[in-house]
C-alpha cells in the first residue's frame, strides 16, 4: 500500500513538473538544492553551537554592558573630547604653520574630483557591505544586505572606529543571525583586511626606501608595519597551533599582571583563549582555495586600492589633473597608514594628521588646511556620522520595526500551518465520504 502510495506521488510530481515551463523548471530545482544546501548548514551550525559559544556570546554582551557602565562612559566621553582638542590643535598648527594659508574665500576647488572622493567612499562602503553580506549568505543562504550595512556602520562608529568587534556581534545576533556565524564574521573580516593591507603596504613601504621621505615618517611606518606583521603572523600562527597559542597567551597575560595592568589571571586569559579559538573556528573554512575565499582577497584588496587613491583626487581637486603623481601619491598614503599603527589612538587620530601635513605640505602648499579636513572626512568623520544615524535610526525606528516583522513572520507561519492543517483535514473528510458513498453503492 505504502510503495503505491509513493509511486502514485511521484507520478503526480512528475506530471506537474512536466507542464511547466523551462523557467518554472530551472527554478525548482534551484530551490531544491537551495533547501538541500540550506538542511546541511542548519545541521552544521547546530553541531557547531556548542557551551563554548555561549560563553563567548555572553563575554560580548559583559563587553557591551562594561562599555555602558558610568565609568566607561567617562573614559569615552574623555577619549572624544581629547579627540577633538587634539584634531582642533592639529588644523589650528596647520592653518598657522602654512606662509601662504589660502582663506576659504580664495579657494578654486574642482569639484569633479571632489565627487571622485566620494565615489570611491561609497565604493569603499559597498566593498565592505559585500564581504559581510556574502559571509552571512554562505552561512544562512538568506540576503541580508540591511543588516550586513547597519552592522558594517555601527561596528566603525562604536567605539571611536576601533574595537567594534563585540557591537558587531552583538547587533549580527540581535537580527536572528547565528552565533557562530555572528562570532565570525568580524574575526575574518579583520584577517582578510589585514592580510591585503600588509601585502599592499609593505610594497609601498619598499618602494619608499629608494626615495627621500622624512625621517620620522620612514621609521614610524616601518615600526607600524612590524607590529602589524606581528599581530598577523601571531593571528595565522594560532589559528594553526593550539599548543603554541596556550603558551603565548599564558606568558602575555602573566606579564600583564607583574605590570599590574590586569589583576585576574583565569578571566583574561580564558577571555583570550576563547577569541583565539573563534579565529580557528573561522580559518577552519578557509583552508583549502574556494570562491569564498578568493572573493574576499579581491573585495579587500579593492579596498586598499581605493582608499589609498582619495589623496591623489584631493590634490587634483586643488591643484589640476596630474597622473604622474598618483604613485608617489598612493604610496605616501601608504606610509601615514602605517605610521599611524605606531600611535595607538582611534584611527591614528592625531599622528595621520601630522603626517599628511608633513607629506603633502610641499605639494599643496596653502591649501594643505582645506585638502586634510576633506582627506580626514572620507576616511574618518564621514564613518562616525554614518553610525551616529545608523545607531539613532535603529533606536527610533529600527528596532521597533525589526520586532514587528519577526511578530509577522510568526503569525504568517502560523497562518500558513492553520491553513495546512484545514486542508488536510478537509481531505480526510472528502476520503471518509468517498469511502461511505462507496460501501452505501
Keep these: 500500500m505504502k510503495k503505491r502510495e509513493i509511486e502514485e506521488t511521484e507520478l503526480n510530481e512528475n506530471v506537474e513538473f512536466e507542464g511547466q515551463s523551462l523557467f518554472s523548471r530551472i527554478k525548482h530545482k534551484r530551490q531544491e538544492k537551495k533547501q538541500k544546501r540550506l538542511e546541511e548548514i542548519e545541521k552544521e551550525l547546530a553541531s557547531q553551537e556548542t557551551e563554548q559559544v555561549k560563553e563567548q556570546i555572553e563575554e560580548v554582551n559583559k563587553e557591551i554592558v562594561e562599555s555602558r557602565s558610568t565609568k566607561k562612559k567617562r573614559t569615552n566621553l574623555f577619549y572624544w573630547i581629547f579627540n577633538i582638542v587634539l584634531i582642533l590643535g592639529i588644523l589650528i598648527w596647520t592653518a598657522l604653520s602654512t606662509d601662504d594659508f589660502t582663506p576659504y574665500s580664495m579657494l ?9 572622493c566620494v565615489l570611491f567612499m561609497a565604493l569603499i562602503i559597498a566593498v565592505d557591505v559585500l564581504s559581510i553580506h556574502r559571509m552571512i549568505y554562505a552561512k544562512t543562504l538568506r540576503s541580508r544586505w540591511a543588516t550586513s550595512y547597519k552592522s558594517y556602520s555601527i561596528y566603525k562608529f562604536t567605539p571611536l572606529s576601533t574595537g567594534g568587534q563585540p557591537f558587531m556581534v552583538s547587533y549580527l545576533t540581535s537580527r536572528d543571525v547565528p552565533a557562530v556565524t555572528a562570532l565570525s564574521i568580524p574575526m575574518t573580516k579583520m584577517l582578510f583586511q589585514n592580510v591585503t593591507w600588509l601585502i599592499a603596504t609593505f610594497t609601498c613601504m619598499i618602494y619608499s626606501l629608494t626615495q627621500q621621505v622624512e625621517t620620522f615618517i620612514s621609521v614610524a611606518s616601518i615600526i607600524g ?143 594643505t588646511f582645506w585638502a586634510l579636513l576633506l582627506w580626514r572626512f572620507f576616511t574618518f568623520y564621514f564613518y562616525l556620522l554614518q553610525g551616529l544615524c545608523v545607531v539613532a535610526y535603529d533606536t527610533f525606528y529600527g528596532n521597533k520595526k525589526y520586532r514587528w516583522i519577526q511578530t509577522r513572520n510568526v503569525l504568517q507561519k502560523e497562518s500558513e500551518q492553520f491553513r495546512k492543517k484545514q486542508i488536510e483535514n478537509f481531505r480526510i473528510e472528502r476520503e471518509k465520504r468517498r469511502k461511505k458513498q462507496k460501501n452505501n453503492v
Aim: glycine share 4%; with cysteine.
Design 108 to 116: 578654486h576647488i574642482d569639484f569633479r574630483y571632489v565627487f571622485v
Design 225 to 367: 608595519f612590524v607590529l602589524t606583521l606581528l599581530l598577523v603572523v601571531a593571528i595565522l600562527v594560532f589559528s594553526v597551533s593550539k599548543k603554541f597559542m596556550n603558551k603565548v597567551v599564558s606568558l602575555f597575560v602573566r606579564f600583564m599582571i607583574k605590570l599590574r595592568i590586569w589583576k585576574d589571571f583565569d578571566r583574561h586569559y580564558n577571555k583570550i583563549i576563547i577569541y583565539f579559538e573563534s579565529y580557528q573556528k573561522a580559518m577552519k573554512a578557509f583552508k583549502k582555495p574556494s570562491f569564498d575565499l578568493i572573493y574576499q582577497f579581491i573585495l579587500n584588496g579593492a579596498r586598499v586600492v581605493l582608499t589609498f587613491s582619495i589623496p591623489f583626487f584631493i590634490y587634483c581637486a586643488f591643484k589640476g589633473y596630474d597622473p604622474s603623481m598618483f604613485g608617489e601619491f598612493f604610496v605616501y598614503t601608504a606610509l601615514i597608514d602605517l605610521a599611524s599603527h605606531f600611535i595607538p589612538l582611534p584611527n591614528g587620530t592625531g599622528i595621520n594628521e601630522i603626517t599628511f601635513t608633513w607629506l603633502f605640505a610641499r605639494y599643496l602648499g596653502g591649501d
